[in-house]
């Protein structure tokens, strides 16, 4: 599990590929490097990636063909940076909101307003994804918790702070860029078993 509190950011610094595979290394800032091992998740733009090698402070994942469909990180290159966030562990303040580093889909960014101390952006969802969105809900944004400020059908925006800003890599997001979503696990729960329902219904009248 994660909190979409982001950590900090990796740079990409290897990138290796094969057929529908590829595997890419990261320098992680040396505070998210102690405990480390083989096996943990790391969230990387909010995708849960599984530790495959360690050699000092470049660290490396795999990644699958369902992960590069689905997410941004396909579109890395070496010197990108990423969002990072490794596993909550229990005990530890959900200062977020609870996230699984589930990538339901991609939103593309429409619209960037800068104003003083703060910016708002808007995003475009794939149609079918639209109703899981919400305002004052919360939303997984290249793995950071944020809460939805408008929504107009499959757009929504977010409104950002400075310090968001700083620790993350929004503040290089621009028009037409892909953003990892996870929409609000609770809420997709309610909205899906709700529409089961009324199929169920519709069914049996």
């Not at 091992?37 to 849960?48: D, F, M, P, R, W």
């Not at 010197?79 to 530890?92: C, K, L």
């Not at 991609?106 to 639209?130: H, M, T």
């Not at 107009?152 to 290089?172: Q, W």
Request: contains cysteine.
């Amino acid at each position: 599990m994660f909190t979409g509190i982001v950590q900090g950011m990796a740079e990409v610094v290897a990138i290796t590929e094969k057929q529908d595979f590829r595997t890419h290394t990261l320098r992680l800032p040396a505070a998210l490097l102690p405990g480390l091992e083989l096996g943990a998740s790391v969230a990387h733009n909010g995708c849960c990636l599984t530790v495959t090698a360690i050699n000092g402070d470049q660290v490396s994942f795999d990644l699958m063909r369902e992960t590069l469909r689905v997410t941004n990180l396909g579109l890395l290159q070496v010197g990108d940076r990423v969002n990072i966030e490794r596993a909550a562990r229990f005990g530890d303040e959900i200062g977020g909101h609870a996230m699984s580093g589930h990538i339901i889909c991609l939103a593309k960014v429409l619209k960037v307003i800068d104003q003083p101390d703060n910016r708002s952006v808007w995003f475009e969802l794939p149609s079918e994804y639209g109703k899981f969105v919400f305002t004052k809900g919360y939303i997984g944004i290249d793995g950071i918790s944020l809460t939805i400020g408008e929504v107009a059908d499959n757009r929504f925006c977010v409104h950002l702070i400075p310090e968001t800003l700083e620790r993350t890599i929004i503040k290089s997001r621009k028009v037409g860029d892909l953003i990892n979503i996870e929409v609000d696990p609770q809420t997709q729960a309610i909205v899906e078993t709700v529409e089961r329902v009324l199929a169920q219904r519709g069914t049996a009248a």
